[in-house]
Nanobody, 120 residues
Framework: VQLQASGGGLVQAGGSLKLSCAASGSILRANIMGWHRQAPGKQRELAAI???????NYAASVKGRFTISRDNADYTVYLQMDSLKPEDTAVYYC???????????????WGKGTLVTVSS
């Protein structure tokens, strides 16, 4: 499984960005898709995830500002980020927990990361 993310960049505080991540490969089922992030000098943390059934989970720090969605037809996950703050500056990693041929169990996959920088 390969994950290709796009949409990172530089934005002023209060602005918006939209991240996209497309998963490809012999995917049979993508149970969870989402984004984690790692700010400079900090540990990687969950930003937002969404299940195949549409259940979402957000970090408290982004709730109300970020919106996650997915397209189950082509295994793409999106993260709409509004009202961005300087503390949202981080490398954002696409994440998929999926069953892919020839495996019979779920496995976690990570993208390379895309940098989001929010200036004050």
């Amino acid at each position: 499984v390969q994950l290709q993310a796009s949409g990172g960049g530089l934005v002023q505080a209060g602005g918006s960005l939209k991240l996209s991540c497309a998963a490809s490969g012999s995917i049979l089922r993508a149970n969870i898709m989402g984004w984690h992030r790692q700010a400079p000098g900090k540990q990687r943390e969950l930003a937002a995830i969404i299940t195949s059934g549409g259940t979402v989970n957000y970090a408290a720090s982004v709730k109300g500002r970020f919106t996650i969605s997915r397209d189950n037809a082509d295994y793409t996950v999106y993260l709409q980020m509004d009202s961005l703050k300087p503390e949202d500056t981080a490398v954002y990693y696409c994440y998929v927990k999926a069953q892919a041929s020839p495996l019979f169990y779920d496995k976690e996959y990570w993208g390379k990361g895309t940098l989001v920088t929010v200036s004050s």
